[in-house]
């Protein structure tokens, strides 16, 4: 079984920054790809930011430049540093991890940008 725990979301002034974590346990899996979903109130979940198994970064055209994902050696946390929030970045964000058929999502973190 994989699970996703998030933590680091929070209440942030626009203009601020946060950094999201995401524990990774796994049972020797090797995952096609890992990454953070957001989904704000009355909006579809939006993919924010890969990173895949080879180690190359996709990114959602609104956060270019402002978000960067990243993890452990190990790959056991996921990282998302998220600098010059806007209040438009304000949503749930989730953890996701895809191996083979299989997707995991953590329970979420709530972000929210104040203006």
């Known amino acids: 079984q994989v699970q996703l725990v998030e933590s680091g979301g929070g209440l942030v002034q626009a203009g601020g920054s946060l950094r999201l974590s995401c524990a990774v346990s796994?049972?020797?899996?090797?995952?096609?790809?890992l990454s953070w979903y957001r989904q704000a109130p009355g909006k579809q979940r939006e993919l924010v930011a890969s990173?895949?198994?080879?180690?190359?970064?996709n990114y959602d055209d609104s956060v270019k430049g402002r978000f960067a994902i990243s993890t452990d050696n190990a790959k056991t946390t996921l990282y998302l540093q998220m600098n010059n929030l806007k209040p438009d970045d304000t949503a749930v964000y989730y953890c996701?991890?895809?191996?083979?058929?299989?997707?995991?999502w953590g329970q979420g973190t709530q972000v929210t940008v104040s203006s």
């Open positions: 990173i895949i198994r080879a180690g190359g970064t």
């Open positions: 996701n991890a895809r191996w083979g058929w299989n997707v995991a």
């Open positions: 796994r049972d020797r899996l090797i995952f096609n790809s």
